[in-house]
């Protein structure tokens, strides 16, 4: 039988993670300032804006060209991670 002890550390853990959704797949931490490209994909505007200077000028998941003014605000998905860092503080930490 496992550990209680490490049942509990785990069960911690998961109660402590960040839904993926609210996490960029650039940067792998939770989105700030989620912006949607042409395709639908979602990013943290930062880390895309990164990746298109350092990187080069293309959409990271459709390599089709990309420039930081064809993107735009995704509302909703900053509204629901707003709600959700007001339930849960701990979620701005950057070790969770």
Wanted: aromatic letters at 8%.
């Amino acid at each position: 039988f496992p550990d209680s002890g490490l049942l509990r550390r785990r069960s911690r853990r998961a109660a402590h993670r960040v839904p993926d959704h609210f996490c960029c797949s650039i940067s792998m931490e939770l989105m700030l300032d989620p912006v949607i490209t042409p395709s639908g994909v979602t990013f943290e505007r930062s880390a895309l804006r990164e990746h298109l200077d350092k990187v080069g000028p293309f959409d990271p998941v459709t390599r089709r060209q990309l420039s930081i003014e064809q993107v735009a605000p995704n509302l909703a998905l900053k509204a629901a991670i707003d709600e959700y860092v007001l339930e849960r503080p701990w979620a701005y930490l950057s070790d969770f």
